[in-house]
């Protein structure tokens, strides 16, 4: 019997969490001891930190190309989401509609039906059976009284990459402010907000290598503007509550970090995910690639393994000890398939068996080859237990 506890951890579900770098738990450890004050007190001490924070920020304005002053410090990237949302509508009270795409995260998406049942209008994107956006659509979406609209940079799920910049100059064309989650975007693909048309943009830290907890809300200077977390006067009074030092520390090393391996992400990464992918779709019968082939993120490839359940592959994967997460909604009790699959048309017998794989800097070659060769009997073994599954792939 394996022990679990002792079993090799081959982890490849990094869009949804990555390792704590250990420069950037070397970086958070003083400020669980030593460096412990409030920084926004009035003494010496406090002070220390206020300058620790700053520095970080800068760091994080460096990565993403923008002004420090224009960088506020979040829980997470859902609430940076929720937050470049409604802290824009309350700016533009005589404009009631929106626009989203039906591809959204969770933090965007749920926010746009909650909206619509509060009396705004909100044009939901479609894509094609690649994912992709029709920048047309937006310009024939965009109204008058477009408050906000709000587009992810890479999806999370098929790891497609949209014309951010091309989107932009619709929606400044429109007059309406543009907001870019960009959770799944930052440390794998340059980012300049000093040239871009975006006025709000999210990261989440522990996409990119720190831990849960703390995220950025960009916010171009001018853009109006009002604060979805009220009380004390921290970041410069956009969002309140005191300063969560030690993973504010984090995310500036992350942020460091990111910089100096992004070509290795474009590079190596991108190299590991195509050795993957190949040897799947040539090994594997009726496994087919969900998504943008050309442009997508370097790190992540989601493949459909026809007739089968994903969540019973991700099952048998674990117990091999590799760790990658299912297309399909089903992991947390739904019958239904991944939104995002739906949008695009994927049929019912290929979206119940997609499966994302998404690598990090930390990933080696070998562990490609070891998903393949327990994937391929994985597949097998799960269609022979499906009536009728062989005589159909004959």
Not at 117 to 136: A, C, H, I, N, Q
Not at 194 to 211: A, N, Y
Not at 300 to 316: C, K, Q, R, W
């Amino acid at each position: 019997m394996t022990d679990k506890t002792s079993q090799k951890i081959i982890y490849v579900d990094n869009n949804a969490t990555t390792a704590i770098a250990p420069e950037v738990r070397d970086a958070m450890m003083p400020y669980f001891s030593e460096k412990y004050a409030n920084p926004s007190s009035m003494h010496t001490f406090g002070g220390r930190l206020a300058r620790d924070i700053d520095a970080a920020r800068e760091k994080v304005a460096i990565l993403l190309g923008a002004n420090s002053s224009e960088i506020v410090f979040t829980s997470c990237g859902t609430e940076s989401d929720n937050a470049a949302i409604f802290g824009t509508l309350p700016s533009y009270p005589e404009k009631k509609h929106l626009i989203t795409t039906r591809i959204e995260h969770p933090a965007v998406l749920t926010v746009g039906e909650y909206l619509q049942r509060r009396g705004y209008e909100v044009t939901f994107l479609g894509v094609d059976s690649k994912g992709r956006l029709d920048p047309d659509e937006l310009r024939r979406s965009i109204r008058k009284d477009t408050a906000i609209v709000s587009i992810m940079w890479a999806n999370n799920e098929i790891g497609n990459i949209y014309p951010i910049e091309e989107l932009g100059q619709i929606v400044k064309d429109g007059d309406s402010v543009f907001h870019v989650d960009a959770v799944q975007a930052v440390g794998k693909i340059p980012i300049n907000l000093h040239k871009s048309s975006i006025d709000l943009l999210s990261l989440s830290g522990h996409k990119i290598h720190t831990p849960k907890g703390i995220g950025v809300l960009y916010i171009k200077r001018g853009t109006r503007f009002r604060p979805y977390i009220m009380g004390g006067h921290q970041e410069r009074g956009r969002r309140a509550g005191t300063e969560n030092i030690p993973y504010i520390a984090g995310l500036g090393v992350a942020c460091e970090l990111a910089m100096k391996y992004m070509d290795e992400e474009n590079t190596r990464v991108k190299s590991m995910r195509d050795h993957l992918e190949k040897r799947i779709l040539s090994e594997i019968p009726s496994a087919s690639l969900n998504g943008d082939p050309e442009h997508r993120l370097p790190n992540t490839s989601n493949i459909s393994f026809e007739f089968i359940e994903g969540e019973a592959i991700l099952l048998m994967l674990d117990r091999a000890g590799i760790c990658a997460s299912s297309g399909s909604a089903c992991t947390s009790g739904s019958l239904e398939p991944s939104h995002v699959l739906r949008a695009m048309g994927v049929q019912f017998t290929k979206a119940h068996g997609s499966i994302r794989f998404s690598m990090s800097r930390y990933n080696q070659m070998d562990e490609m080859d070891y998903i393949v060769e327990h994937l391929k009997p994985i597949v097998a073994r799960l269609r022979e237990m499906s009536p009728g599954v062989e005589s159909i792939l004959k």
